[in-house]
T-cell receptor, first 111, second 115 residues
Framework: GDSVTQMEGPVTLSEEACLTI???????????LFWYVQYPGEGLQLLLK?????DKGSNKGFEATYRKETTSFHLEKGSVQVSDSAVYFC??????????FGAGTRLFVKA | DTEVTQTPKHLVMGMTNKKSLKCEQH?????MYWYKQKAKKPPELMFV???????INESVPSRFSPECPNSSLLNLHLHALQPEDSALYLC??????????????FGPGTRLLVL
């Protein structure tokens, strides 16, 4: 079945460091891919998405490119801030109401 | 506007209580969802309503009873819960076309504690 695999956390970085959170997927169709972010004590917020191969989603300095050849959708940011500390979920949807989530990666950014 | 609202924000209830969680969206979405999220885990799908009809029930115990009074509102009625039901309950909505790849928008959640 469809699945999403994310790098295990927690990831701890200093402020202004570069961030990469790896995400790979397995899907039978051509999924849309998403990154959601969950700040402490809050619900999930859609961070960015990409709907077809080679699309780049971007928002708030975060980027991810839909790579069909490597079945990946890695999340990147050039310079993280303390306020980026959160849990990041990679997810996919191949059609319909079921979105498949990865396990989540917790990011801590130190001042 | 991509806002989904949920009330209450926090809820403490005993195992014999009856309570309800509420969710509202005004994006014109026709699919609405309930998820349960335990600490340090991804959300787990519980129910999906599409065009105000129950479309998916992920084998959820009957002590959880969903209701969709109209296209903007979604309730989750709780009765005789167990301590292990303590979790963050998230509502989400999407446009509602089952044949399309749906983008789901989440509310802030209700943090439930069952004593």
């Amino acid at each position: 079945g469809d699945s999403v695999t994310q790098m295990e956390g927690p990831v701890t970085l200093s402020e202004e460091a570069c961030l990469t959170i790896n995400c790979t997927y397995t899907a039978t169709g051509y999924p849309s891919l998403f990154w959601y972010v969950q700040y402490p004590g809050e619900g999930l917020q859609l961070l960015l998405k990409a709907t077809k191969a080679d699309d780049k989603g971007s928002n708030k300095g975060f980027e991810a490119t839909y790579r069909k050849e490597t079945t990946s959708f890695h999340l990147e940011k050039g310079s993280v801030q303390v306020s980026d500390s959160a849990v990041y979920f990679c997810a996919l949807n191949t059609g319909g109401f079921k979105t498949i989530f990865g396990a989540g990666t917790r990011l801590f950014v130190k001042a | 506007d991509t806002e989904v609202t949920q009330t209450p924000k926090h809820l403490v209830m005993g195992m014999t209580n009856k309570k309800s969680l509420k969710c509202e969206q005004h994006m014109g979405h026709r699919a609405m969802y309930w998820y349960k999220q335990k600490a340090k885990k991804p959300p787990e799908l519980m129910f999906v309503y599409s065009y105000e009809k129950l479309s998916i029930n992920e084998s959820v115990p009957s002590r959880f009873s969903p209701e969709c009074p109209n296209s903007s509102l979604l309730n989750l009625h709780l009765h005789a819960l167990q301590p292990e039901d303590s979790a963050l309950y998230l509502c989400a909505s999407s446009q509602g076309w089952d044949s399309e790849q749906e983008t789901q928008y989440f509310g802030p959640g209700t943090r439930l504690l069952v004593l």
